[in-house]
């Protein structure tokens, strides 16, 4: 069964400070791996995916994502801050044959402050 | 033009009624999908529709039935409502029922069950 972790609800920086959002998975078989971000009363949109090429992934707005089977972890990074970032993201696992049925994390609630 | 919609937006109402939740997509997309967001913003697939066929089902209530009269319509009827039914339903849709797929998600329909 396929399971994700994310470390930290809320996660608090200064504006032009590096982000960094933590994500576990566990999961049976090479997984494809997701960041999702969500703005306030609004959907979830793509941030960036994992599907098996490279492990470095780069996503919008400047944010970046890197897997690490030895640790199972996707961590999302972006090098400054804006405040325009300040949302709720998402890690989601799904798992090849699995009817694409996404798991995601508990999220994190990611505030920019001036 | 609106990728995925759904109507209505919110929806109040009181504990025992029955409603409904609409969702149309226009991408061309094969599978469609229901997640649920709680209050904590946890969420968790309910059900998804390949081509208008059943692929999941995740131990949703009885009360809850999907219907998919075509590929870019998936629609979510509650019987019964209950207080724990008030949450954000989201639909979404993918390309096909692949794990690499990315999903595109509607803006949520908020249910408040009084």
């Known amino acids: 069964a396929q399971s994700v972790t994310q470390l930290g609800s809320h996660v608090s920086v200064s504006e032009g400070a590096l982000v960094l959002l933590r994500c576990n998975y566990s999961?049976?078989?090479?997984?494809?791996l997701f960041w999702y971000v969500q703005y306030p009363n609004q959907g979830l949109q793509l941030l960036l995916k994992?599907?098996?090429?490279?492990?470095l992934v780069k996503g919008i707005n400047g944010f970046e994502a890197e897997f690490k089977k030895s640790e199972t972890s996707f961590h999302l990074t972006k090098p400054s801050a804006h405040m325009s970032d300040a949302a709720e993201y998402f890690c989601?696992?799904?798992?090849?044959?699995?009817?694409?049925?996404?798991?995601f994390g508990t999220g994190t609630q990611l505030k920019v402050e001036l | 033009d609106t990728a995925v919609s759904q109507t209505p937006k919110y929806l109040v109402t009181q504990m025992g009624n029955d409603k409904s939740i609409k969702c149309e997509q226009n991408?061309?997309?094969?599978?469609m999908y229901w997640y649920k967001q709680d209050s904590k913003k946890f969420l968790k697939i309910m059900f998804s529709?390949?081509?208008?066929?059943?692929?999941i089902n995740e131990t949703v209530p009885n009360r809850f039935s999907p219907k998919s009269p075509d590929k870019a319509h998936l629609n979510l009827h509650i019987n019964s409502l209950e207080l724990g039914d008030s949450a954000v339903y989201f639909c979404?849709?993918?390309?096909?029922?692949?794990?690499?797929?990315?999903?595109?998600f509607g803006a949520g329909s908020r249910l408040t069950v009084l």
């Open positions: 999961s049976s078989v090479p997984p494809y």
């Open positions: 529709y390949n081509n208008k066929e059943l692929i």
């Open positions: 979404a849709s993918s390309q096909d029922i692949s794990g690499a797929n990315v999903l595109t």
């Open positions: 989601a696992v799904s798992e090849p044959g699995g009817g694409n049925k996404l798991t």
């Open positions: 994992y599907t098996s090429a490279a492990t």
């Open positions: 991408l061309g997309h094969d599978t």
